[in-house]
């Protein structure tokens, strides 16, 4: 069982991460992949840009942190994950989390086990800038409740 | 002491400020300090977090005065 993790600066490209996340799953039965893009709209009206702060020590230990507990969690042979940080365009690409596995309920269920992780404790603070103003962007009652329903 | 923030913390207080404190502190007297000077910028959310050399400590962590401190705001990444 392995992972990959990486902080990406520049733009994020789905099909090198998927062909990353696949060159590493050689004899799965199942890959699945999300991809999180940025929003034209938000509740505050146009978003002309989202930017991803992150700390400098913290944020990449905390990907890989919740990339190794999925992997403790679910019958997965790898699982990756792609950040970004900075400033980013609407429709361009933020996240991209994926999960490969034997079979594809693992896989779906480490999917989406990453993404309720990331959204809530990997080290980001998320703004998103329009004609509004900097509006920072937390996780919501609901966010966190999707993250806690891995507790039980 | 150095008091680092982030995220909205330190759109709302600064990037940096000195806690002037001559006396070792826990974390949560600190917070507690922190959120009078700064009232109403969010530092009694139970969800802010403090760093110490690169470690996320707990509120009842000692802190010496000359020791650098960040305070993280919620997280939120995806």
């Known amino acids: 069982m392995t992972f990959s993790v990486r902080l990406e ?90 999960a490969a596995a034997e079979h594809r309920r693992a896989a779906f269920q480490a999917a989406d086990y990453l993404m309720d992780r990331l959204k809530t404790d990997a080290i980001f603070w998320k703004r998103e800038d329009g004609p509004a103003g900097p509006g920072w962007i937390e996780p919501t009652d609901a966010d966190y409740a999707a993250r806690e329903r891995w507790d039980g | 002491m150095k008091v680092i923030f982030y995220g909205k913390l330190a759109e709302s207080i600064s990037r940096q400020v000195e806690f002037d404190r001559p006396t070792a502190c826990t974390v949560a007297e600190m917070r507690v300090e922190l959120d009078r000077a700064f009232p109403g910028a969010g530092l009694a959310n139970t969800r802010v977090r403090a760093c110490v050399a690169g470690t996320i400590v707990s509120d009842d962590t000692m802190l010496r005065p000359d020791q650098v401190v960040e305070i993280l705001a919620p997280v939120s990444g995806g």
């Not at chain 1, 998927?18 to 505050?44: K, T």
């Not at chain 1, 990449?60 to 900075?86: D, N, T, W, Y």
């Open chain 1, 9 to 98: 600066h520049d733009e994020l490209d789905p099909e090198r991460e998927l062909r990353e996340l696949i060159s590493n799953s050689s004899g799965v039965g199942a890959v699945v992949s999300f991809l999180g893009i940025a929003r034209p709209q938000g509740d505050r009206g146009m978003i002309e840009a989202l930017v991803l702060e992150h700390h400098p020590v913290l944020t990449e230990p905390s990907m890989a942190a919740i990339a190794q507990e999925a992997l403790k969690r679910f019958e997965v042979r790898h699982v990756h994950i792609a950040h970004r940080c900075g400033t980013i365009a609407p429709e361009k690409p933020i996240v991209f989390a994926g």
